[in-house]
């Protein structure tokens, strides 16, 4: 992305940086166009009406509010195994972790294509993230396991 400011703008809602040709914010998915209508009001009347600030908040879908209730419940169920089982809230926390950042830049790249995954979608690409994760895991240790085998028959 160009950060060129003559060719960039930015979105009056998240404040991300666009390219100048684009209608809707890459980021928060939102039209450029109501936004800059409503700077407009604000400079000709002075004030912005009520129901003009509440608009930025009606496009949030049933969606995204499911999936911030499960990132919410997936970070406080990891917090209290950590709290309660120090090793298995760790482990939790390596897992969960790489699959969970997976899964929102694949909701992310998949919401700029104005292709938006529905809420099956984001499971099942959380919980493929996770078996990934996993097996990276697994394939990891697997050859740590073999490196100190062949480390010690060598001695």
Do not use: H, W
């Not at 940086?17 to 002075?46: P, V």
């Not at 879908?61 to 970070?75: A, H, Q």
Request: charged residues 20%; positive net charge; contains cysteine.
């Amino acid at each position: 992305m160009n950060l060129d400011p003559t060719r960039s703008k930015r979105c009056p809602f998240c404040l991300a940086i666009n390219q100048i040709d684009e209608t809707r914010c890459f980021l928060c998915d939102r039209e450029f166009g109501a936004a800059i209508d409503s700077s407009r009001s604000i400079k000709k009347t002075g004030r912005r009406d009520q129901s003009d600030s509440l608009d930025q908040y009606t496009s949030i879908t049933f969606s995204d509010l499911v999936g911030s209730f499960f990132l919410v419940v997936l970070i406080f169920f990891t917090l209290g195994v950590l709290c309660y089982l120090p090793g298995v809230g760790v482990l939790l926390a390596i897992i969960v972790a790489p699959a969970l950042l997976r899964t929102l830049i694949v909701i992310n790249r998949r919401k700029s294509r104005k292709e938006p995954p529905d809420l099956f979608d984001q499971a099942v690409i959380f919980f493929v993230s996770v078996l990934a994760t996993v097996g990276v895991l697994l394939l990891v240790a697997a050859a740590g396991f073999i490196l100190l085998f062949l480390l010690c028959i060598s001695r």
